[in-house]
């Protein structure tokens, strides 16, 4: 049985919203449209949404905390909690958090994820700011 795993993945407008080339709606679909919502989810302050007041990512909470490994730490905590929560089609296989040498208020978040249905592995990086109005 030859089963097509990119409908586990879902489809949808691309995010973010972009127009195509014959003027409509972009749309996204596959492997595509998971790395979307991993961005979403992370790009989404809890709290933000006042249908969903849960749903997002914590580390819009530590915007201006210091940049020390003890806050990556906790944004390491955060992404992984939010991934559980909110990104069931795949597994986490690992994050990193590390302090860009060239921007001391730029941390950047690897994440290297599993897709459930058919094992392929992605990863991307996440970029997040911590003060920001200093």
Not at 83 to 102: C, F, M, N, Q, T
Not at 106 to 126: E, K, Q, T
């Amino acid at each position: 049985m030859n089963v097509d795993t990119r409908k586990f993945y879902g489809s949808g407008l691309r995010f973010p919203l972009q127009i195509d080339d014959r003027g409509r709606l972009a749309s996204s679909r596959g492997e595509a449209r998971v790395e979307e919502s991993i961005m979403m989810i992370l790009g989404t302050a809890r709290g933000e949404r006042r249908m969903l007041p849960r749903f997002g990512c914590g580390i819009h909470d530590l915007t201006f905390e210091p940049n020390t490994p003890a806050v990556r730490g906790r944004i390491a905590v955060e992404v992984r909690q939010a991934l559980l929560d909110y990104e069931r089609r795949i597994d986490v296989l690992s994050i990193d958090v590390a302090a860009s040498p060239e921007q001391p208020n730029l941390i950047l978040i690897r994440i290297d994820y599993r897709m459930r249905s058919n094992n392929v592995a992605g990863n991307l990086v996440y970029p997040f700011f911590l003060n920001e109005g200093g």
